[in-house]
């Protein structure tokens, strides 16, 4: 078997290609560096891929390419993320990497023998929606990149319905461990703690996350597109749910030391709270998580201590 993933350099598109290749499929990976962090820690991501025969690396923006390769599936991971940075003149960047870039894909592979793609959506796109968040709960995302994650996702559906494309999304809820973002709170709070500088929470604290650790939605991906079923929606959520308060606390007692927290104003786009129901992708995907908050903490505290000392 053969699978495309973009945005393979990224934090879960490297781990789908790491695991993609240990279950010997042969691999052609997308990434085109965009300055959201930093290219070397994308490089040292998929350091171990370039590596390895059944690898095929090409740097190159999706829209720049005017074709792609022939693959049995695709792991649509490429996309511009971070809430907060999605408003103002920045929502064209999202509209171009979230929207544009998902069309074009879809549009190329309608012509093409393909078993799967699965398109990596995000809790955005409920917005502040009653918990748990169900599938066909009403939609009303309140950030700019919430909305281009729903389209996408509509554009996913669109394709199935009118060209026969076996498309599915995931709707993935705060994904963290090891490789996460620096711009995500787990890592900016770990850098925090153990530097002894400040953490700023926005609003609060008493906001919640429903935190998916790497590993399970990397299998969450594999399963979806080794599964029949197309054209569906499925939430993709680690069952932890926690409140940044009581995630500042738990990091404390993993590295033994203690946060300093400053708390201001709530940034516009923040959802309330987040808790998927993951009924129907246990029914149906026959995936559950694995990996609760504590240990994936702990599994990301120690790989961070370990990054620190080869700097």
């Given amino acids: 078997m053969k699978a495309l993933v973009t945005g393979c350099a990224g934090f879960i598109g490297s781990y789908l290609v790491d695991k993609l290749l240990e279950q ?11 300055d959201y962090y930093s290219k070397e820690i994308k490089e040292a991501n998929i350091s171990n891929a370039l590596n390895r025969k059944n690898f095929e690396f090409i740097e190159e923006d999706i829209l720049s390419l005017k ?8 792991f649509h991971e490429a996309a511009q993320a971070g809430v907060r940075a999605s408003w103002g003149k920045s929502f064209e960047i999202y509209t171009r990497n979230n929207i544009e870039a998902t069309q074009k894909l879809l549009e190329f592979y309608k012509d093409r023998e393909i078993k799967k793609i699965v398109f990596a959506s995000s809790s955005s796109v409920y917005g502040d929606a009653e918990l748990p968040m169900k599938e066909d709960s009403l939609l009303k995302p309140v950030s700019p990149y919430g909305v281009t994650k729903l389209a996408a996702e509509n554009l996913c559906y669109l394709y199935w319905k009118n060209y026969d494309v076996p498309t599915i999304s995931l709707r993935y809820f705060t994904v963290y461990g090891p490789r996460q973002r620096p711009d995500m709170a787990i890592h900016k709070f770990v850098k925090a703690i153990l530097n002894g500088d400040e953490i700023t929470v926005f609003g609060d604290g ?6 998916t650790f790497v590993d399970d ?4 991906n594999i399963m979806a597109a080794n599964n029949e079923i197309e054209g569906e929606v499925f939430n993709v959520g680690g069952g932890s749910r926690i409140s940044v308060n009581k995630l500042i606390e738990l990091l404390e007692k993993i590295t033994e030391k203690n946060a300093q927290i400053k708390y201001i104003e709530k940034q516009k786009g923040d959802v309330r709270d987040t808790l998927a129901d993951t009924s129907k992708t246990s029914n149906e995907l026959n995936w559950k998580p694995e990996v609760k908050i504590e240990e994936g903490a702990k599994r990301f505290v120690k790989w961070y201590k370990s990054l620190c000392r080869h700097i």
Wanted: hydrophobic share 35%; proline share 3%; glycine share 4%.
């Fill in 206 to 211: 008493t906001q919640t996350r429903d935190f």
């Fill in 24 to 34: 010997a499929y042969e691999v052609v990976g997308i990434d085109c560096f965009t």
């Fill in 217 to 220: 939605m990397t299998e969450a």
């Fill in 67 to 74: 074709e792609y390769p022939e693959v049995d599936y695709v």
